[in-house]
T-cell receptor
């Protein structure tokens, strides 16, 4: 049983560019959450996808958008990158029943220069 | 506003000593409660969780945590620390009405002396 996978592992982008990060949840999980973890801080919730729709959103600007595919995999897109977007982006695969548990992937380290 | 406080930024213990990491939350109702561990450059691994029932919960790697409603606390404990336990530990809560949104504390870095 594969765990949560994320790609790419590392990414370097220039300010103003756009980036797409990818995530595949654990087998049997149909819900994905995305988090941003800045250096030295705890992760912050970006949004959650279920049934190909964004269901909840944290306090992030519209530059952050996402998508979920029929196979439950998900993408996180960030437009007009800022230096402050440099962080570890974590995808969590959500086991919804009987109680919600989130299992994290290894993350994508994004550096904006 | 909902928040999670981990008052200790760093903790250093000797190998074989006991460990307690503190976590307090601020929320109107009892949320779901979690502890995660993160090794450098890695994702987060779920150590244990509390949803309801017995207030003392057991997790992986010999960790346990106790929920105290009166203190809004969910402290993590281990009776004997191993060198491999050195990592960053995060407490997280998920409000029952927004249970897919984890709110994390700022973390406690555990250092283990040989």
């Amino acid at each position: 049983d594969a765990g949560v996978t994320q790609s790419p592992t590392h990414l370097i982008k220039t300010r103003g560019q756009q980036v797409t990060l990818r995530c595949s949840p654990k087998s049997g999980h149909d819900t994905v959450s995305w988090y941003q973890q800045a250096l030295g801080q705890g992760p912050q919730f970006i949004f959650q996808y279920y049934e190909e729709e964004e269901r909840q959103r944290g306090n992030f600007p519209d530059r952050f958008s996402g998508h979920q595919f029929p196979n439950y995999s998900s993408e996180l897109n960030v437009n007009a990158l800022l230096l402050g977007d440099s962080a570890l982006y974590l995808c969590a695969s959500v086991k919804r029943e009987p109680f919600p548990e989130q299992y994290f992937g290894p993350g994508t380290r994004l550096t904006v220069t | 506003a909902q928040s999670v406080t981990q008052p200790d930024i760093h903790i250093t213990v000797s190998e074989g000593a006991s460990l307690e990491l503190r976590c307090n939350y601020s929320y109107g109702a009892t949320p779901y409660l979690f502890w995660y561990v993160q090794s450098p450059g890695q994702g987060l691994q779920l150590l244990l969780k509390y949803f309801s029932g017995d207030t003392l919960v057991q997790g992986i790697k010999g960790f346990e945590a106790e929920f105290k409603r009166s203190q809004s606390s969910f402290n993590l404990r281990k009776p004997s620390v191993h060198w491999s336990d050195a990592a960053e530990y995060f407490c997280a809560v998920a409000p029952m009405d927004s249970s897919y949104k984890l709110i994390f504390g700022s973390g406690t870095r555990l250092l283990v002396r040989p």
